[in-house]
């Protein structure tokens, strides 16, 4: 299983931006979808995630501007993200559980990042 994420970029604060995941390769079922965020010397943190049990969860800065939307015939996850702050700003990764057969485990796929900067 491999995850495409991509979409980041360069916008101005206000402005807004979609990233995108894609998850190909032997897929039964995906549990979890979720995308995190990194800047330089800080821990990757959680920013948005959709689980099937609980649902969704939003960190509380972005609250009200980003939405995680999920799509299961795409085996994908996008992050809508409006009124960009620069302190939004940094890597973005995606990461998805899943379980590759019926009957098996579900494990933790990450995609490669990408990166989003915002001017202010």
């Known amino acids: 299983v491999q995850l495409q994420a991509f979409g980041g970029g360069l916008v101005q604060a206000g402005e807004s931006l979609r990233l995108s995941c894609e998850a190909s390769?032997?897929?039964?079922?995906?549990?979890?979808m979720a995308w995190y965020r990194q800047v330089p010397g800080n821990q990757r943190e959680l920013v948005a995630r959709w689980n099937s049990g609980t649902g969704t969860t939003y960190q509380n800065s972005v609250e009200g501007r980003f939405t995680i939307i999920t799509d299961d015939d795409k085996n994908a996850v996008y992050l809508q993200m409006h009124s960009l702050k620069p302190e939004d700003a940094g890597v973005y990764y995606c990461?998805?559980?899943?379980?590759?057969?019926?009957?098996?485990?579900?494990?933790?796929?990450w995609g490669q990042g990408t990166e989003v900067t915002v001017s202010s």
């Open positions: 390769g032997r897929i039964s079922r995906i549990a979890g």
């Open positions: 990461h998805m559980y899943i379980r590759t057969r019926l009957g098996g485990t579900f494990s933790d796929y």
